[in-house]
C-alpha cells in the first residue's frame, strides 16, 4: 500500500527531491526520513511546502502531509497477532 504525501495546504505533491534543509546545512528528502535530519538527527515536528518547486511556501505538522493512514493503520493492526494467556 502507498501512502499519498501532499502538502495539507495546497495538496502540493514532492516529487522526491532534496528540497529541505535543516538548520545544520544538510539538504535532503524529509520524507524518507520522516522529518529527520540524516546529518544531525534533529527531528522537524513541521514541514514547508516548498515554493520553488511549485508548492505553497506554508508550514504544517510533518504527520499531516501523509494521507490515507487510516487504511494503512487498520491494515497493521490486523496484522498484529498477541496471543492471549489465560489465568489458570
Known amino acids: ?3 499519498l504525501i501532499a502538502c495539507p495546504k495546497c495538496a502540493w505533491q ?3 527531491g532534496a528540497y529541505w534543509s535543516c538548520s ?3 539538504v535532503w528528502n524529509t520524507f524518507n526520513t ?3 535530519c540524516p546529518s544531525c538527527g534533529k527531528q522537524w515536528k513541521n514541514t514547508q511546502c516548498i515554493p520553488h518547486a511549485g508548492g505553497c511556501r506554508e508550514w504544517s505538522p510533518h504527520l499531516s502531509w501523509y494521507h490515507d493512514l487510516d487504511d494503512w493503520l487498520e491494515e497493521e493492526l490486523n ?3 498477541v496471543p492471549i494467556e489465560e489465568d489458570t
Open 34 to 36: 520522516g522529518g529527520k
Open 24 to 26: 545544520c546545512g544538510c
Open 1 to 3: 500500500m502507498s501512502t
Open 14 to 16: 514532492p516529487d522526491g
Open 79 to 81: 496484522d498484529i497477532h
